[in-house]
């Protein structure tokens, strides 16, 4: 139970992101988190906000969902993003990081 509260937070405050007016949403983490706000976003129509998803686990790089390709970190800085949802809790620190070293940008962060 405690996961899907942790899902719900999660996807609460990425709706609430959108309801400010972010309409570019990259998404790092390919985690059942993940997976599971892309579906949802799906459903409401709002898939086309997601800008790209980012994984710094190699084997998940180049796997498919929906119409994304799972990128690795050194493309980020390929997407234009105003909001980093970050899909991983466990790993929130290291995901931070890899993001400050291949982007300079300061979009709004949503952890997980």
């Not at 972010?22 to 059942?32: D, E, I, R």
Request: contains cysteine; glycine residues 6%.
């Amino acid at each position: 139970m405690e996961k899907r509260d942790a899902y719900t937070a999660l996807k609460e405050k990425v709706l609430e992101k959108i309801m400010e007016g972010k309409k570019q949403l990259a998404v790092w983490g390919y985690t059942a988190s993940c997976v599971q706000l892309l579906t949802e976003l799906h459903a409401m129509g709002m898939l086309d906000l997601v800008v790209g998803i980012i994984d710094s686990d190699a084997t998940k790089q180049g796997q498919k969902i929906f119409n994304f390709s799972v990128l690795p970190p050194e493309d980020i800085g390929k997407l234009q993003l105003n909001v980093l949802v970050v899909a991983s809790d466990k790993e929130k620190e290291s995901i931070l990081r890899q993001f400050a070293k291949f982007d300079n940008r300061l979009p709004d962060v949503v952890l997980s």
